[in-house]
């Protein structure tokens, strides 16, 4: 058995590690001023952000061609693989998985087990890297899916965003009109549900500052009561700076904490808003 890991632009995993570990990453489309762009192909992180503050119009997103998908699946096969995994952005904020669903069934000669990572972001290129690393090892697709199971429940995420507006228009958070009609007083937590698995907000809160002292407090409370190492994360939009703030408070509060720092790229940026902030931690699988 043969097993390749596929995942989309979203994962926000570096060059080297996708390398390294043999994925196959699909570009997501985000489209700005009518102009269509392939996240990490053909617009970097940087390139987008400052071309947001040049545009004319509200960017949004879309999903891959489902041509695109099928030429990767049949790549993939046609090189020798017989068993592919396709782990994706959360269905809830997209429908690329629903896509990948129905485009599975169509290709022959190869499985293809597409995987709702009901998550987005570095927290599920974890998940990807932790796939494709057992696949090198030999691991059956069924332990597979059992460990990425396993891990996908240790994953949360609480986001710090500037202006709801962004998710609103794109019709991303669930509970937008209990908040809606502050939005421009307050900075809103969100959070994806650990039942529905959408983005909703729960609190308000008056400032960044504040807002990023709350998620503190709530990742304390998770941290004392786990019976594993947890890795964790920083997020940016185009905000290294306070980014920088956050992880040097962290990494005092924590010192023997892995914590690292990652950017926002386009397509969830799109969402997000610039300057939007967030903190997410997974199982440290490295050391369990």
């Not at 004392?224 to 956050?246: D, F, G, M, R, S």
């Amino acid at each position: 058995m043969k097993i390749a890991v596929v995942t989309d632009s979203t994962c926000y995993l570096n060059d080297e590690e996708v390398a390294n570990n043999n994925i196959t990453v699909i570009p997501i489309p985000v489209i700005v001023d009518g102009q269509v762009y392939e996240e990490g192909v053909t617009v970097s992180n940087a390139q987008y952000y400052d071309m947001l503050t040049h545009s004319q119009s509200f960017p949004s997103t879309s999903q891959p061609a489902i041509g695109q998908l099928i030429n990767v699946y049949e790549g993939l096969r046609d090189q020798g693989f017989d068993t592919i995994i396709s782990i994706h952005l959360s269905s809830t904020i997209s429908g690329m998985y629903n896509t990948v669903v129905n485009v599975a069934s169509q290709i022959e000669g190869v499985k293809i087990y597409p995987y709702d990572s009901q998550i987005t972001m570095r927290l599920m290129g974890e998940l990807v890297v932790d796939a494709a690393r057992m696949a090198a090892n030999g691991e059956t697709p069924a332990a597979i899916l059992t460990e990425l199971d396993k891990v996908r429940k240790t994953i949360k995420e609480f986001f710090v965003v500037d202006d709801l507006q962004n998710l609103v228009r794109g019709g991303r958070l669930s509970n937008a009109s209990a908040f809606i009609g502050s939005v421009l007083k307050i900075k809103p937590l969100l959070t994806f549900d650990d039942n529905t698995h959408e983005i909703v907000a729960f609190e308000k809160v008056r400032s960044m500052k504040k807002a990023r002292k709350r998620v503190e407090e709530l990742f304390a409370e998770v941290i004392t009561t786990v019976p594993y190492t947890i890795k964790l994360t920083v997020y940016h939009a185009n905000a290294p700076e306070v980014a920088q703030e956050w992880f040097a408070e962290l990494k005092q509060t924590y010192p023997t904490l892995s914590i690292e720092i990652a950017e926002i790229g386009p397509v969830i940026g799109t969402h997000l808003g610039q300057g939007a902030l967030a903190l997410g931690w997974v199982q440290d699988t490295s050391v369990n």
